[in-house]
């Protein structure tokens, strides 16, 4: 069974940084980019940030209001997905999920597995 | 990159269908055969229910169909369930820089 499960969401000052992870089980977590989206409290989706596999050179695209403050990586020998995020203002106030694409094959952009979702509130 | 234009709500008796659009641009959803639909559930993660305009996931009701014309894609939900009732976000590829453009989310009553 594919499971993703987020962790590290917390309660944050604005400019502090905060890490939050992204463990995978069920499948090759190397054969797959993993996507980071976030939803606002009450508001709609938006897509943050994904990695690329290694097969596709691991690189990485962001979001125009995340990029230069958010970094995504990732370290298949753990099926783990990092997303780090610095500089943090309160407009990232959101529930972070990480995501798996699927499930067509080749280029793809539709999720098939998301995670549970982790909360991080920015606020002084 | 703007959001997709969805409208706020709608509705259905059981039984009925409703249909929800998501209007874009030729930069996404006109540019591209990669639109996406998800069901979200309250305080629950988004559920894949077509994906590439018209292509179901395996274990999502027939009753659910996707269609496009132009910059338009479409969700159909055909015999409403009470279980159907939930926020519908549409999404489109828009370019590497924008692989993922949502619409502005749609919530779907069954009366």
């Known amino acids: 069974e594919v499971q993703l499960v987020e962790s590290g969401g917390d309660l944050v000052k604005p400019g502090r940084s905060l890490r939050l992870s992204c463990t995978a089980s069920g499948f090759t977590f190397g054969d797959y980019y993993v996507a980071w989206f976030r939803q606002a409290p009450g508001k709609g989706l938006e897509w943050v940030s994904f990695v690329r596999s290694k097969a596709y050179g691991g690189t990485t695209e962001y979001a125009a209001s995340v990029k230069g403050r958010f970094t995504s990586s990732r370290d298949d020998s753990k099926s783990i997905a990092y997303l780090q995020m610095n500089s943090l203002k309160t407009e990232d106030t959101a529930i972070y999920y990480c995501?798996?694409?699927?499930?067509?094959?080749?280029?793809?952009?539709?999720?098939?597995?998301w995670g549970q979702g982790t909360l991080v509130t920015v606020s002084s | 990159q703007s959001a997709l234009t969805q409208p706020p709500s709608a509705s259905g008796s059981p039984g009925q269908s409703v249909t929800i659009s998501c209007t874009g641009a030729?930069?996404?959803?006109?540019?591209?055969?990669?639109v996406s639909w998800y069901q979200q559930h309250p305080g629950k993660a988004p559920k894949l229910m077509i994906y590439?305009?018209?292509k179901r996931p395996s274990g999502v009701p027939d009753r659910f169909s996707g269609s496009k014309s132009g910059s338009t894609a479409s969700l159909t939900v055909s015999g409403l369930q009470a279980e159907d009732e939930a926020d519908y976000y549409c999404s489109s590829y828009a370019g590497s820089n924008s692989p993922y453009v949502f619409g502005t989310g749609t919530k779907v009553t069954v009366l």
């Open positions: 995501s798996r694409p699927g499930p067509c094959g080749g280029d793809c952009y539709s999720i098939d597995y």
């Open positions: 030729s930069s996404d959803v006109g540019g591209y055969n990669y």
């Open positions: 590439e305009v018209t």
